[in-house]
C-alpha cells in the first residue's frame, strides 16, 4: 500500500515559521509534491490546526511568544489534533536538542540551512505515512455491510464533536434511527433480505445528509446514528423527518407492520452550549426521543426538547 501512495498533491502542509522568507524558500521546495500554507506563530498554528488539520506540520523551534516545541506538545495532548505528524526545522540538532524533539512527539527533524532533496524526502515519506495511516483508520472505522461508518467511530466523533462545538459553542445534533418491527421483517423475509434493507435504510440516510461535516453511523443491529455538528432543532428535526419520509418511500414490503413498508422512527436531540454535561446525557436524550417516537406510533421523528 505505501509504494501505491504516489499523488500527495491535495495534502496539506502547514509551515509554522515567522521568517517571511524561510516561509517561501520551504514553500518553494515543496511546490508540486502537496499543498501548502503557512502561519507567523505557534498561537495561529494551533488555532488554524482546529478548524482546518493540515496531514503535516514544519514547526520553526524558535518563534516569538509560545515556543516550537510548547506548541508540538499542545497538539499531541489535543484528541483531536495528535495525529498530526510534526516535523521541526531548526538550526540546532545537538544530541540534546533532539532528545527535547522526541520526548514533545514529534516524528522528524531538519537542520538549516534547508536541504531541497532532504527536505522534499523526508515530507513525502511521512505524508506518505499518513495517508496509510489515515486509509487504514478508514477501513476499521466503516460497517462492512451498509458502508457507513461504525459503532466504534460514532463513540469517538460524538465525544470530538461534542468536546469541539462546546469551545466554539455551537450545536451539536444527534438522531437516533431504528427499523421499525425489523425482528419480524428478518422472520418473514429472512436475514438476506433483513440485509439489504438496511443497506437500502443506510443508503438513504446518507442522500439525506448533506453537508461534507454530517455523517452517518451504523449503531448496531437495525439502529442507525446521524451526526450533524453545528445544526438548530428545526434543521436537525427535519433532516431527520426527511430520512423517515425517505425510508417510507423505497416501498420495501413488510407485511409484519401495519404500515406494509419497511419504515423507520427517529430520536432527536440537539446539545446547545451550556446544556448537556457530557456526550452521554446527548445521546441518552436521542434515545428518549427515539422512544417517544415509537411510542406515537413508529414511522416518525421525535424531537427531545429540553425546554
Given at each position: 500500500?505505501?509504494?501505491?501512495?504516489?499523488?500527495?498533491?491535495?495534502?496539506?502542509?502547514?509551515?509554522?515559521?515567522?521568517?517571511?522568507?524561510?516561509?517561501?524558500?520551504?514553500?518553494?521546495?515543496?511546490?508540486?509534491?502537496?499543498?501548502?500554507?503557512?502561519?507567523?506563530?505557534?498561537?495561529?498554528?494551533?488555532?488554524?490546526?482546529l478548524k482546518s488539520?493540515?496531514?503535516?506540520?514544519?514547526?520553526?523551534?524558535?518563534?516569538?511568544?509560545?515556543?516550537?516545541?510548547?506548541?508540538?506538545?499542545?497538539?499531541?495532548?489535543?484528541?483531536?489534533?495528535?495525529?498530526?505528524?510534526?516535523?521541526?526545522?531548526?538550526?540546532?540538532?545537538?544530541?540534546?536538542?533532539?532528545?527535547?524533539?522526541?520526548?514533545?512527539?514529534?516524528?522528524?527533524?531538519?537542520?538549516?540551512?534547508?536541504?531541497?532533496?532532504?527536505?522534499?524526502?523526508?515530507?513525502?515519506?511521512?505524508?506518505?505515512?499518513?495517508?496509510?495511516?489515515?486509509?487504514?483508520?478508514?477501513?476499521?472505522?466503516?460497517?462492512?455491510?451498509?458502508?457507513?461508518?461504525?459503532?466504534?467511530?460514532?463513540?469517538?466523533?460524538?465525544?470530538?464533536?461534542?468536546?469541539?462545538?462546546?469551545?466554539?459553542?455551537?450545536?451539536?445534533?444527534?438522531?437516533?434511527?431504528?427499523?421499525?418491527?425489523?425482528?419480524?421483517?428478518?422472520?418473514?423475509?429472512?436475514?438476506?433480505?433483513?440485509?439489504?434493507?438496511?443497506?437500502?435504510?443506510?443508503?438513504?440516510?446518507?442522500?439525506?445528509?448533506?453537508?461534507?461535516?454530517?455523517?452517518?453511523?451504523?449503531?448496531?443491529?437495525?439502529?442507525?446514528?446521524?451526526?450533524?455538528?453545528?445544526?438548530?432543532?428545526?434543521?436537525?428535526?427535519?433532516?431527520?423527518?426527511?430520512?423517515?419520509?425517505?425510508?417510507?418511500?423505497?416501498?420495501?414490503?413488510?407485511?409484519?407492520?401495519?404500515?406494509?413498508?419497511?419504515?423507520?422512527?427517529?430520536?432527536?436531540?440537539?446539545?446547545?452550549?451550556?446544556?448537556?454535561?457530557?456526550?452521554?446525557?446527548?445521546?441518552?436524550?436521542?434515545?428518549?426521543?427515539l422512544y417517544m417516537?415509537?411510542?406515537?406510533?413508529?414511522?416518525?421523528?421525535?424531537?427531545?426538547?429540553?425546554?
Amino acid at each position: 500500500m505505501f509504494k501505491e501512495i504516489d499523488d500527495l498533491s491535495d495534502s496539506l502542509v502547514l509551515i509554522v515559521e515567522d521568517s517571511a522568507l524561510t516561509q517561501k524558500v520551504l514553500g518553494a521546495c515543496l511546490d508540486g509534491l502537496c499543498r501548502v500554507d503557512a502561519v507567523d506563530s505557534a498561537e495561529e498554528a494551533i488555532n488554524y490546526c482546529l478548524k482546518s488539520p493540515p496531514d503535516l506540520i514544519l514547526m520553526d523551534w524558535i518563534l516569538g511568544g509560545m515556543t516550537g516545541l510548547e506548541a508540538c506538545k499542545k497538539i499531541q495532548a489535543m484528541d483531536e489534533l495528535n495525529d498530526i505528524p510534526i516535523i521541526f526545522v531548526t538550526s540546532n540538532t545537538n544530541e540534546n536538542q533532539q532528545e527535547l524533539c522526541w520526548d514533545a512527539g514529534a516524528v522528524d527533524f531538519l537542520g538549516k540551512p534547508i536541504v531541497a532533496r532532504t527536505l522534499v524526502n523526508r515530507v513525502r515519506t511521512h505524508l506518505k505515512y499518513k495517508r496509510q495511516t489515515d486509509i487504514l483508520k478508514q477501513y476499521s472505522f466503516f460497517d462492512g455491510l451498509t458502508e457507513v461508518f461504525n459503532r466504534r467511530y460514532f463513540d469517538m466523533e460524538c465525544k470530538r464533536l461534542f468536546r469541539q462545538n462546546l469551545r466554539q459553542q455551537q450545536c451539536l445534533a444527534v438522531v437516533m434511527l431504528d427499523i421499525d418491527y425489523f425482528k419480524l421483517f428478518n422472520d418473514e423475509y429472512g436475514h438476506l433480505q433483513g440485509d439489504d434493507a438496511l443497506k437500502e435504510v443506510a443508503k438513504v440516510a446518507v442522500k439525506m445528509v448533506n453537508r461534507p461535516l454530517d455523517s452517518v453511523f451504523r449503531y448496531g443491529g437495525e439502529e442507525f446514528a446521524v451526526l450533524l455538528p453545528n445544526t438548530s432543532d428545526d434543521g436537525a428535526l427535519k433532516i431527520a423527518q426527511s430520512i423517515v419520509h425517505a425510508v417510507r418511500g423505497l416501498e420495501i414490503p413488510h407485511g409484519k407492520s401495519e404500515f406494509d413498508v419497511v419504515t423507520v422512527s427517529a430520536g432527536v436531540a440537539v446539545g446547545k452550549y451550556g446544556v448537556y454535561d457530557n456526550v452521554e446525557e446527548l445521546i441518552q436524550k436521542a434515545d428518549e426521543g427515539l422512544y417517544m417516537a415509537k411510542s406515537n406510533g413508529r414511522d416518525q421523528a421525535f424531537l427531545f426538547n429540553e425546554n
